[in-house]
């Protein structure tokens, strides 16, 4: 069994070496264990810092295009190298490195296609209060919107069995973690989470330049996510506002009505009226949107296996390369 690890990297030459040197060199279980970086468009040397120190793959953008983008270039090429588990880790060292032996076993055990790390946030000491209560808040909402039970939904210290990683899918640009939690949820992976340990700060978090951008931007993440994997239900929710609004101003006219004050309430009929056909027409738009969801469905589908002969292809190609250089040297060697 092969793991391979990966770490983002964007101007990481200070702290990638650290965090290198904390990864395990074996485990038990696991035949081959290989190291690869996401270079994310980095100006320092931290392309050096890694193939110095013996990283087996190096992935490289000309320009930044952010964590999402690099999460899912690295995904793609340690299928492409035979990962059968795809261990994701920060490059400024703040996850214990020992703890992959840890994020890894529910994987190797059958139990879970995903595993996410449990920081002990209220433990942290570099994390401020406020953003402890938004950490708890944001998973909770995750909860809600992805039907786990995931207890740290932002953390990005998180395992993947071969399958898992091959249905994978980030749409938006700025982070991953919180979208795969709801697209698991919603597509019934097995996904399970375990308590791991965090190291001291090396730097501040480069994620968000705010504490309000953040919120903007996970709560974005959470409601796009919400619409493509539960339409139906978001676009229900979102039109019931108006039509029970509409149907309670209704009500009061009808009740003017048979009283025999209806005429000086025309306004609210009309007014009535239209929230009705906004919901009624807000319900039908999800409607819509659920047949076009199992539409992604069937796509996202037919996307598994077309890269799983993709990858199949590339595993085929590598070995049969690898025999023909094999006999190459068998045959310089015999007289």
């Known amino acids: 069994m092969k793991l391979i690890i990966q770490i983002p990297c ?82 400024d060292n703040q996850y214990c490195g020992a703890d992959i032996e840890k994020l890894i ?22 994390f401020s209060p406020l953003k402890k ?42 982070t991953y973690t919180l979208e795969t939690i709801v697209q698991a949820g919603r597509t019934n992976m097995a996904i399970t989470s375990v308590p791991i340990r965090t190291n001291g700060e090396l730097r501040k978090s480069r994620l968000f330049s705010s504490m309000g951008a953040y919120i903007k931007r996970s709560v974005l993440t959470i409601i796009r996510a919400f619409m493509m994997y539960r339409p ?3 676009f229900s929710l979102l039109g019931m506002v108006p039509f029970l609004i509409g149907l309670v101003v209704m009500i009061r006219f009808i009740i003017y009505f048979i009283q025999g004050n209806g005429t000086g309430h025309v306004q609210s009929l009309v007014f009535a009226s239209t929230l009705i056909m906004l919901g009624f027409m807000t319900f039908i738009v999800g409607l819509q949107a659920d047949v076009i969801a199992n539409n ?40």
């Open 10 to 91: 964007l101007n990481e030459a200070e702290t990638l070496e650290i965090a290198l040197n904390d990864l395990p060199k074996h485990i038990d279980g696991i035949d081959e264990i290989e190291y690869l970086i996401i270079n994310d468009g980095s100006v320092d040397n931290t392309v050096e810092v890694a193939r110095n120190w013996g990283v087996n793959y190096v992935v490289s953008f000309k320009r930044n295009k952010g964590l999402a983008k690099g999460f899912m270039a690295g995904i793609d090429a340690c299928l492409r190298n035979g990962a059968d588990i795809i261990v994701n880790t920060d490059a």
């Open 133 to 174: 209560k938004l950490q708890h808040l944001g998973s909770y909402v995750v909860r809600v919107a992805s039907s786990t039970d995931i207890p740290d939904a932002p953390s990005g210290f998180r395992a993947f069995s071969r399958d898992a990683a091959m249905h994978l899918n980030v749409m938006n640009n700025y």
């Open 232 to 234: 139906l239900t978001f």
């Open 296 to 335: 992604r469905k069937l796509l996202e589908d037919i996307q598994f296996r077309v890269r799983r002969l993709d990858y199949r292809e590339e595993e085929r190609e590598k070995e049969l390369k690898e025999k023909a250089e094999s006999k190459s040297r068998d045959e310089e060697k015999e007289p």
């Open 105 to 126: 076993k529910p994987i190797m055990d059958g139990r879970a296609e995903i595993v996410i790390g449990e920081r002990p946030i209220d433990q942290t000491e570099h």
